[in-house]
């Protein structure tokens, strides 16, 4: 199956994030990676603004994938803990550069974290409704906390896990959800 256009030119900013950063994104950085013309791009997304939300949202629906791919069975059918165990298991191949530059540019921009914040929403318990006396409820919010440490850590600490033991480290946070 051919790639769309749209999804080449995701996937060459993607690249251009990868090895200049976010702030390298312009139409003539991605249409040179893409191997299409500025106009073609333009065809596709009438502003960088409107590229770069589509951006986090190219890699947001990435990550979800990998999500429902580490589920094995249709997301509306398993339970909050079924969900957040997938989340725990995907964790565990760290944060790609682009992801986590991404997400750092959509912390401050309520636009761009929207994206982020809809996987996030449908994989993770909500904290803010979470009793502090309901020792199961404060159990899920470790569990995601420890898979977000997890994924993080390869980009951010000074460490190195093996694959061996960030796959044990998934499982142990998925055997505190009682599964």
Sequence with gaps: MRTSKRLQILDAAVTVVERDGVTA??????????????GGLLYHFAS????????????????????VAALGVPVDDVTQDQRLAAYAKVSIRGATGPELLMMLEASTNPVLLQPWQEVIARWVPDPASIEVDDAGAVTRILAWLAADGLWLSESVGGHH?????????AERIVDTLGR
Aim: proline fraction near 2%.
């Design 25 to 38: 994104v312009t139409f003539e950085s991605v249409a040179a990676e893409s191997g299409l013309t500025k």
């Design 48 to 67: 960088k603004d409107e590229l770069v939300l589509a951006l986090h949202q190219h890699l947001a629906d990435r990550w979800e994938s990998d999500l």
């Design 161 to 169: 896990l093996t694959p061996e033991l960030r796959a044990v480290l």
